[in-house]
């Protein structure tokens, strides 16, 4: 189990072998509360949690969240705009 807060702060993702049921933490393309009303900070506070919790997995790890379609530890990694700077990037 590894707690991810961020949807709400007790939140947490379970990892199963090479499986991880990340809830409503993690979605493919996506982070909680995206496009929602949160500011850029608590925004920043959850993309930080994922890095630090979920990209330590292997790459290969599937994601499964609560909702919507399953994904892949590598490609969030890869072309999650909420978690490749992206979103809101004034560069």
Wanted: some cysteine; aromatic content about 8%; hydrophobic content about 30%.
């Amino acid at each position: 189990m590894l707690h991810t807060p961020g949807h709400t702060r007790g939140s947490v993702c379970y990892v199963i072998g090479g499986l991880v049921f990340s809830g409503d933490t993690l979605f493919k393309g996506v982070i909680s509360h995206a496009g929602k009303d949160v500011t850029e900070e608590e925004r920043q506070l959850m993309s930080a949690r994922i890095r630090e919790k979920l990209f330590s997995l292997p790459d290969t790890t599937r994601v499964y969240p609560a909702h919507r379609e399953p994904t892949a530890i590598g490609w969030e990694k890869k072309t999650n705009p909420f978690l490749t700077n992206k979103v809101g990037n004034k560069d």
